[in-house]
């Protein structure tokens, strides 16, 4: 059975060679190019991996991995940016990244496909356990809500396993 991976880009020309890269290395891939066409997908379906855009219009990558991780605690995570330099430093996405989400990953464009799959493979390779553990540490430390995340994340937790 493939992985199935998110996209989300705003810009098509950095969105396309992802897809392209992911699909030819055996990965299931939707796309999206807004915030809000990517949560409806989540909705609808779940995914094993996000690969987001950081800086984007209205929602940012860390906001849009923030409201996906209310429907799908278990997803690995990857963020994307070639707007470091300009816009960001490296050190505050850093501790954005450890104050909201907890992103599995973070690469620069532009983005090796080489690159993306090891990384991709690597994180969807890891025990799906120890995702569980981090995320019932931290309902534990009250950063993350209710009793329904947690029925959440152990349906996840019994899809991944299976």
């Known amino acids: 059975m493939a992985y199935k991976v998110l996209v ?24 999206a190019t807004t915030s809000k066409d990517a949560l409806e997908l989540c909705e609808k379906q779940t995914f094993d991996l996000l690969v987001l855009d950081f800086i984007m219009p209205g929602v940012d990558g860390l906001e849009l991995l923030a409201r996906i991780r209310k429907v799908s605690p278990l997803a690995r995570a990857i963020i994307v940016s070639g707007q470091l330099d300009r816009a960001y430093k490296e050190q505050d996405i850093a501790q954005r990244l450890r104050e909201t989400v907890e992103a599995d990953g ?33 309902i534990v430390a009250g950063k993350e809500g209710t009793i329904a995340k947690a029925k959440s994340a152990a349906k996840e937790l019994k899809r991944a396993k299976k």
Not at 123 to 135: H, K, M, R, T, V
């Open 8 to 31: 989300v880009d705003d810009e098509t020309s950095v969105l396309g060679p992802i897809e392209r890269c992911l699909r030819l290395r055996g990965f299931e891939v939707s796309t």
């Open 106 to 138: 973070y690469l620069n464009k532009p983005v090796s496909c080489d690159e993306l799959v090891q990384l991709s493979n690597t994180l969807l390779n890891e025990d799906a356990g120890a995702s569980w553990q981090q995320i019932a540490n931290r």
